[in-house]
């Protein structure tokens, strides 16, 4: 991890303690999780510390080599409001955070700001992703902004149409920016630090030459943080990088591959992930056929699911064969999550 995500994650820390986010109840709770996951168990505590929750798995565009698109085969659908609630209810007192994205759009559900609010008003932070191709008016921006909500990332792969189009297939970078400058301009009306915002750049081998010029166009505008991240596997990157600008450039320099933790996945202590279907998945890489650890619709209990004999069997074999497991040996991940790159302001 280097400087830049780490001084990230500590504003955010900051931010959640500074805003009552954290809790004496909440710290026991994810010490408890470090505890069994650092000592190899597969117990955790009573309740995840983050949850996913995914507000529908509808999408508005057809992003290349995104998992919606590539393994998923389903009904589509739209989480309720009453069922949300419920989740929150219930753990609202043991989560930090909600992450409300997952495998689809969630500005295409109509109650995404309710749910934003909800959460907020329970003290539990929100961050939320998108594509930014939504149409909002005037007062739901203002809605927004008064929901609270964390942090809003947005998902931006290119500086100009030509190039923004061919990863975000179907999507308006017009559309997009006048969204975010919609947002930063009714923040400042309302003197609100809130939503931070993150242009998540997605890098890949068309791409990387408007890297820079993405950069300071987004930084001019007032956003909070310039992210990119691979697209594709870290190994396909680098050697594209290297191909193109040899070994010893600063990129090089500065993407290093993650280390795989070969009795460890951060997911399975820390996060639970709940599908607009409302079955529970145990981490984000859908595509490779992790298995359904649980059904809301029928156990209707967080804790249970959590530390129930089938996700401690899945935490058991995760620890035992997690490099020949089909869903979990092609993981680029180093604790459950993709390492960023060039993380700077």
Not at 74 to 102: A, H, M, P, Q, S
Not at 137 to 164: P, R
Not at 197 to 207: A, G, M, P, Q, S
Request: net charge positive; glycine share 4%; hydrophobic share 35%.
């Amino acid at each position: 991890m280097n400087f830049s995500k780490s001084k990230q994650i500590i504003n955010y820390l900051i931010i959640f303690f500074l805003r009552k986010k954290i809790t004496i109840k909440k710290i026991f709770n994810l010490f408890f999780n470090f505890f069994y996951g650092l000592t190899i168990s597969n117990k955790a505590a009573k309740y995840p510390s983050i949850l996913v929750i995914e507000p529908t798995d509808l999408c508005n565009l057809r992003c290349r080599d995104c998992g919606y698109n590539l393994a998923v085969e389903k009904k589509r659908t739209i989480l309720k409001f009453g069922d949300y609630k419920k989740i929150i209810d219930e753990t609202k007192d043991y989560i930090f955070c909600v992450l409300l994205y997952f495998a689809g759009e969630p500005f295409l559900n109509s109650e995404i700001i309710e749910m934003i609010d909800y959460a907020e008003k329970n003290n539990i932070a929100v961050i939320t992703s998108t594509n930014g191709n939504f149409n909002f008016s005037d007062e739901q921006f203002e809605n927004l902004i008064n929901s609270k909500c964390s942090s809003i990332i947005f998902s931006v792969s290119g500086a100009t149409q030509k190039i923004y189009e061919k990863y975000h297939i179907s999507g308006n970078l017009e559309k997009v920016n006048n969204n975010i400058k919609k947002i930063i301009k009714y923040k400042k009306k309302h003197n609100s630090k809130f939503p931070l915002i993150t242009i998540r750049y997605l890098i890949t081998n068309d791409n990387l030459e408007e890297l820079e010029s993405a950069r300071q166009f987004y930084n001019n505008l007032g956003i909070d943080y310039f992210q990119p991240r691979y697209a594709y596997s870290q190994s396909a990157v680098n050697n594209f990088i290297e191909q193109k600008y040899g070994n010893n450039n600063t990129l090089m320099q500065n993407s290093k591959m993650p280390k795989k933790y070969k009795n460890f996945c951060f997911w399975l202590w820390f996060i639970l992930i709940i599908k607009a279907n409302k079955t529970i998945l145990p981490c984000c890489y859908e595509f490779f056929k992790i298995p359904v650890l649980g059904d809301y619709n029928n156990q209707n209990n967080i804790a249970d699911i959590w530390n129930s004999e089938k996700y401690r069997n899945f935490r058991e074999s995760v620890l035992k064969y997690r490099e020949i497991m089909n869903c979990c040996k092609n993981c680029d991940s180093s604790f459950g999550f993709q390492d960023n790159v060039l993380l700077k302001k």
